[in-house]
């Protein structure tokens, strides 16, 4: 593995704090029952998480890639239920009512997603 810039190291720390930060947020809204703000939480977490793994992918330090074609490379990156709600009207979807019991599946794949992700970044965020 080659050496990741500092700036870049600092931003995927940063980019993974915030997303782990958001799935317990998460995690707590389903707690009080709110699963509308628990999805309105996972998401960006996930979505941070899949920008990372593009990053890994391909080291935007060594490799510009347009915005078209990182959105693109995001979308592909994402876990199975979040993939869906992507294709759907994302703002409609993240404003609607959710039952704290039909996010809950939602929020799991969230955690394994940025937990995954934490893995397998750990190379990058050591390596100095």
């Known amino acids: 593995m080659t050496a990741v810039p500092t700036r870049w190291r600092t931003l995927v720390r940063d980019q993974l704090e915030t997303a782990q930060r958001r799935v317990e947020q998460a995690q707590r809204h389903l707690e009080q029952d709110d699963g509308g703000r628990a999805l309105q939480e996972a998401y960006p977490a996930v979505i941070a998480g899949a920008t990372i793994r593009v990053w890994v992918e391909s080291p935007p330090w060594r490799h510009v890639m347009t915005p078209e074609a990182?959105?693109?490379?995001?979308?592909?990156?994402?876990?199975?239920?979040?993939?869906?709600?992507?294709?759907?009207?994302?703002?409609?979807?993240?404003?609607?009512?959710?039952?704290?019991?039909?996010?809950?599946?939602?929020?799991?794949?969230?955690?394994?997603?940025?937990?995954?992700?934490?893995?397998?970044?750990?190379?990058?965020?050591?390596?100095?």
Request: hydrophobic share 45%.
């Open 70 to 128: 990182m959105h693109r490379r995001v979308q592909e990156q994402l876990p199975t239920l979040f993939a869906a709600l992507a294709g759907l009207d994302v703002q409609q979807v993240l404003t609607s009512p959710w039952r704290a019991p039909d996010a809950r599946r939602y929020v799991a794949e969230a955690r394994d997603f940025i937990d995954e992700t934490a893995d397998l970044v750990a190379p990058w965020l050591t390596d100095e």
